[in-house]
Antibody
Framework: QVQLVESGGGVVQPGRSLRLSCAASGFTFSSHTIHWVRQAPGKGLEWVAVISNDGSNKYYADSVKGRFTISRDNSKNTLYLQMDSLRLEDTAVYSC??????????????WGQGTMVTVSS | EFVLTQSPDTLSLSPGERATLSCRASQSVSSNYLAWYQQKAGQAPRLLIYAASRRATGIPDRFSGSGSGTDFTLSISRLEPEDFAVYYCQQYGNSPWTFGQGTKVEIK
């Protein structure tokens, strides 16, 4: 069965960095576009970033552009999110998500449980 | 940028009643790439509907989606106790992908 398991969250001071990981299993990872989505405490869902199956195309929300970098290692079936210059407003649960199909534009059928990132001084 | 506005913010209904949730887009959703998700507290979102009206795998037929262009609806024909949750719409036909603010369906 499809599994997505995030890790790497924690408490970090403003301006510092953190790298999240998403370990995938149960499907051909290298065939799928994968997304990061976040949810601040008590708030709604916010899309963060996307990467194509081969890593050649990436796209970011304006709120994280220039600070966050999405990447993947298909040999390890793992997705990453490098988060630099963290701000208080980046505090959220970060989840990875995979589409219904392998296409770039696809609804998010499979989600991980998320990893909590808290930015606090 | 796409803005999705859901209404109402909260819907208070009893089990067995019909629920109708609305999602309005600030511009036409490309190819009707509109999805609906259900989220319960402490859980990951669950895909219910994609392409505006296609039920995802394993979703009961009491859930249905309709609409096109800028106006979309999620209907739940008869609310079961497990259906009380927050529902989000999402457009995935244009970058950036965007979600509505959510509608909470609560027990009356």
């Amino acid at each position: 069965q499809v599994q997505l398991v995030e890790s790497g969250g924690g408490v970090v001071q403003p301006g510092r960095s953190l790298r999240l990981s998403c370990a995938a299993s149960g499907f051909t990872f290298s065939s799928h576009t994968i997304h990061w989505v976040r949810q601040a405490p008590g708030k709604g869902l916010e899309w963060v970033a996307v990467i194509s199956n081969d890593g050649s195309n990436k796209y970011y929300a304006d709120s994280v552009k220039g600070r966050f970098t999405i990447s993947r290692d298909n040999s390890k079936n793992t997705l990453y999110l490098q988060m630099d210059s963290l701000r208080l407003e980046d505090t959220a649960v970060y989840s990875c998500a995979r589409g219904v199909s392998t296409t770039w534009y696809s609804a998010f059928e499979f989600w991980g449980q998320g990893t909590m990132v808290t930015v606090s001084s | 940028e796409f803005v999705l506005t859901q209404s109402p913010d909260t819907l208070s209904l009893s089990p067995g009643e019909r629920a109708t949730l609305s999602c309005r887009a600030s511009q036409s959703v490309s190819s009707n790439y509109l999805a609906w998700y259900q989220q319960k507290a402490g859980q990951a979102p669950r895909l219910l509907i994609y392409a505006a009206s296609r039920r995802a795998t394993g979703i009961p037929d009491r859930f249905s989606g309709s609409g096109s262009g800028t106006d979309f609806t999620l209907s739940i024909s008869r609310l079961e106790p497990e259906d009380f949750a927050v529902y989000y719409c999402q457009q995935y036909g244009n970058s950036p992908w965007t979600f509505g603010q959510g509608t909470k369906v609560e027990i009356k």
